[in-house]
Structures are given as C-alpha cells and as structure tokens.
C-alpha cells in the first residue's frame, strides 16, 4: 500500500506537500516515517543522494523517490508493493504537478504550505491502493521484460554515511571550534579516536607482561 508522499524543493530541501496519508498522524509511525522522508529530501537537496530515481529499504518499508525539474516526489511503501507501480505513482504526482505555476511554488516559504497540492496527492493516491484493478494490472503488464534501473540501497546505510561526513564536516563548518593542533586533520583525528585506545591497550598489556616476566626472573635468581 502506499502509505505516505512527499514533494519537496531540491533548491533548499524545503517539503512543499505531503497530501493524506494511510498512517493516523497522531500515530507515533507516522512522525518516525515523516521524519525518515524529510531527512532522505535533505539528502537529495545536499547532493549526498542521486538526483534521478531510487528506492530506499527501510524496515518493513521502503522509499521511492523520483527528480524532476528541481522537485523530488517522495513515497511510502509496504516492501511488498510492486515498485513498479510506486513510480508509476510519482510519475503521475510529477505530471499533475506540473500544471502548477513554477512562480507560486517558488513563494512557498514555510514547510507542507503549498496546500492546494494535498488533495490532487489524495486522489491519485486512491487510484494506486488496490494494486489488482485493471488499470493498475494494465501498468505491471506493460514492458514486463523491461527491469527497472533504478539503484537500491539500506536507509541505515545512508544515515551512517550522513554520520560519518558530520564528524568530518563538523571542524570545518564550525566557526567556533578549530581543527585539533594534534592531529591536524579531521580525518587524522577520526583515524587517531578509532585506533588510539586500541594502541594503548596493547601498550599496557606489553608493559604488565614485561614486568611479569622480569619478576619472575628476579625471584628465580634470589631462590637459587
């Protein structure tokens, strides 16, 4: 089923509309699931991500997401809805989208403000919900030796390398906070908080062996 959509603007990564979701929004998965799309927009916005198609493993979920003329269509799946439909899904939110006035949606400042797109999301999404209509059997039909290229990837995938470059960017873009005079390098000093304790521990370990063995030595000698 498709559960939840999402439109944003890849200039600034700012969510236009989301339309009505299958979740209760008062629901604690909705937020979670609402977040995981906001934050995987983000990503496309800062170029972490591919700005054409993909389709993002979450759980029992996944994401589709798809990028036309700076906007990136967001959805939500079961992971056993056919993917080709997802897309089928966000190509027609695409379309429809465009009959829109580039000019109104560049003047949407605040997040899921852009309103008058909610209810054209909530009608095409009813069209997608039972994937056995004849319409919907007409779509997997179609091309069926045709394979969607369209890359796959883990969402927990994607947050650790978000991690990962916020450690190395964190220095950098902090006015406040200057590169360790130790290590020289944010990378260095990434490399030296992996590996210094490891290297210390093995120091100690030599240290307390050597000393073992020289008392054992000591009390050898004054025994005999």
């Not at 006035?101 to 949407?108: A, T, Y």
């Not at 873009?173 to 990434?190: F, G």
Request: with cysteine.
């Amino acid at each position: 089923m498709v559960k939840l959509a999402i439109v944003g603007r890849l200039s600034d990564g700012l969510c236009l509309a989301k339309g009505p979701s299958s979740l209760n929004e008062e629901h604690e998965n909705f937020s979670f699931y609402k977040r995981q799309g906001e934050f995987i927009l983000g990503e496309i916005s800062r170029g972490a991500l591919p700005p054409s198609k993909m389709t993002i493993r979450a759980d029992h979920h996944c994401f589709n997401y798809m990028v036309e003329n700076g906007i990136a269509f967001i959805t939500l799946c079961d992971s056993s809805y056919p993917r080709k439909l997802a897309f089928h899904y966000l190509q027609d939110l695409q379309k429809e989208f465009e009959n829109f006035d580039s000019s109104l949606i560049k003047k949407v400042t605040r997040p899921y403000c852009f309103v008058k797109f909610d209810g054209v999301i909530g009608n095409i999404r009813k069209q997608y919900i039972d994937t056995r209509t004849q319409a919907n059997l007409s779509k997997l039909n179609a091309n069926r030796k045709q394979d969607l290229d369209i890359a796959t990837e883990n969402l927990s995938e994607i947050i650790e390398r978000w991690r990962y470059s916020e450690i190395l960017e964190r220095p950098s873009t902090s006015t406040s906070q200057a590169v360790s005079p130790i290590w020289c390098s944010p990378r260095l000093e990434v490399i030296a908080m992996k590996w210094t304790p490891i290297t210390v521990t093995i120091f100690v370990v030599t240290v307390v062996l050597w000393a073992t063995i020289i008392h054992a030595d000591d009390n050898f000698i004054i025994l005999n």
